[in-house]
């Protein structure tokens, strides 16, 4: 007899349920000495985590733009030059209203938006990180009252070495021989960010998907995209059929929710591109199919790659992929498949039957803080917060909800340079992620306030810096934790 129960078939499509979107139960209450303030509070969480959104929710127009400029102008305020190079400078989130208005829209949403983005405004908060100093060619040495505040001479030595390693002499006019790769070397110089124009084919080569040694590059690369098309071919059409229309149905549901503020992810033909990706990979993983939180995974991979074919001083959020000739879309489709792939190799267990992967995460992050944070622990237990209630998510999506996608994008930077940066060290990240926040999550007295608080931390304006200082913490703690596994044992963490 089948292991797989009715309806839980590899490649079957569940629902499912994070903190984000829970389900959502109605029943009356138990207690009779409910406090009606309590009750109103709990109304509130609830409603922020319901996937069902109200259509009669009116948005303030006017705090929404008191908000917008208030962050804005603390945001300018403590600009540091690092931060300008790695990441520009942002203008304000959304409020939540105007968040949730983005979200209504799309609930009822019948058709991607118009691929023309041409009317749309370019904003000041490019999604893409960039480094702006950095190109083919040589610059003249900055006066050293410019220089980075810290570890600007490092930072511009080890951009120096990657900028050697891609240019393959063309900035001295010469046409040199691509040179082998040192994977350990371009683990090390990457590790802390990588320069934007760098960025794919540093990505490339950190996952795996180019080869390090420079005479299969082009063969391989060349292989591998014909090779993607072929599935296209091959199996695309298959999507309609009876037992693979509910997987293509649920990747139609998702696709549009994808980073709904940002224009890029709602042009038609973009979205065709992630359906194909998303699609093909479900098919050649029957043992996981389509999970909801996969198509997340590919956005980083897809603005990277995009950039390669656009000036730098236009805007990756608002760019018109309609206007990139038909070969160079392919291209950037035909990599983000495969890089995105190999990601998902790595963490395959945390999307097959019953998530063993996630789960297994969940308990080791549980553990990790009993260690590192006691008190913080205690607290969360004590109002019976469970790890999975919020963790579910940040292992599913790789914290990708919870930081703007151009952080995601700098994170990854440091997950790719790590071994098993999205497998291993992604746990020690969601360790001193949380322990970040450890003082105001402490300072919430009951369920509702921590929960509330973990499902809106305050990283709207994230940028280099914060990244720097998360990904420093989690080295440290897997320096610690990741030599002596028996600490993270459920006996040693037991109270």
Not at 162 to 178: E, I, T
Request: net charge neutral; proline share 7%; aromatic share 10%.
């Amino acid at each position: 007899m089948s292991r797989w129960s009715a309806g839980s078939t590899p490649g079957s499509v569940k629902p499912v349920y994070g903190a984000r979107y829970p389900p959502l139960h109605h029943a009356s209450p138990t207690k009779a000495t409910e406090v009606p303030g309590r009750m109103n509070k709990f109304q509130d969480y609830e409603n922020s985590v319901s996937d069902a959104w109200d259509t009669r929710v009116k948005v303030d127009e006017t705090l929404a733009s008191a908000s917008a400029a208030k962050v804005l102008a603390a945001h300018a305020a403590g600009k540091t030059h690092r931060d300008e190079e790695i990441m520009p400078p942002v203008s304000a989130a959304p409020t939540k209203n105007s968040r949730q208005q983005a979200l209504q829209r799309l609930a009822i949403q019948k058709e991607p938006l118009p691929s023309s983005v041409s009317s749309t405004p370019q904003t000041a908060n490019p999604i893409y990180p960039k480094l702006p100093e950095i190109s083919d060619q040589p610059r003249s040495a900055a006066p050293v009252a410019s220089a980075p505040p810290h570890g600007g001479d490092r930072d511009q030595t080890r951009f120096a070495r990657l900028r050697r390693l891609f240019s393959n002499g063309k900035s001295s006019g010469r046409s040199s021989p691509p040179v082998d790769v040192d994977l350990d070397k371009l683990r090390e110089d990457c590790w802390m960010g990588i320069p934007h124009k760098l960025r794919p084919q540093a990505w490339r080569l950190l996952s795996g998907y180019l080869p390090t040694n420079a005479e299969r590059r082009e063969v391989t690369l060349q292989c591998k995209r014909d090779e993607y098309w072929h599935y296209v071919e091959q199996y695309f059409h298959s999507r309609f059929d009876d037992q693979n229309a509910d997987t293509f149905r649920q990747i139609n549901i998702d696709i549009p929710r994808m980073c709904p503020l940002i224009p890029l992810f709602q042009q038609k033909m973009v979205q065709e591109m992630f359906e194909r990706i998303l699609y093909i990979w479900a098919i050649r993983h029957p043992a996981s199919g389509y999970v909801q939180g996969i198509n997340d995974l590919v956005t980083p991979f897809f603005v990277v790659f995009l950039s390669e074919f656009i000036p730098q001083d236009v805007e990756v959020g608002s760019f018109d992929v309609s206007q990139l000739p038909l070969d160079q879309c392919q291209l950037i489709e035909a990599d983000s498949f495969w890089c995105v792939s190999a990601l998902l190799d790595s963490i395959q267990d945390n999307y097959t039957f019953a998530q063993p992967g996630i789960q297994r995460k969940v308990l080791q992050l549980r553990h990790l803080m009993s260690r590192v944070d006691r008190p913080l622990h205690k607290h969360l237990e004590s109002n019976g917060i469970e790890y999975l209630q919020f963790a579910f998510r940040w292992m599913n999506n790789l914290l990708m909800r919870e930081i703007p996608l151009r952080a995601t994008i700098r994170l990854w930077d440091t997950y790719l340079s790590e071994p098993d940066g999205f497998m291993q060290f992604h746990n020690y990240v969601c360790a001193a992620f949380l322990r970040t926040w450890s003082k105001q999550l402490q300072a919430e007295k009951d369920f509702q306030g921590v929960m509330i608080l973990l499902q809106n931390l305050p990283t709207q304006s994230w940028g280099d810096r914060e990244i720097c200082e998360l990904t420093a913490d989690a080295f440290s703690l897997q320096s610690v934790f990741d030599g002596a596994r028996r600490h993270l044992s459920a006996q040693a963490a037991s109270p």
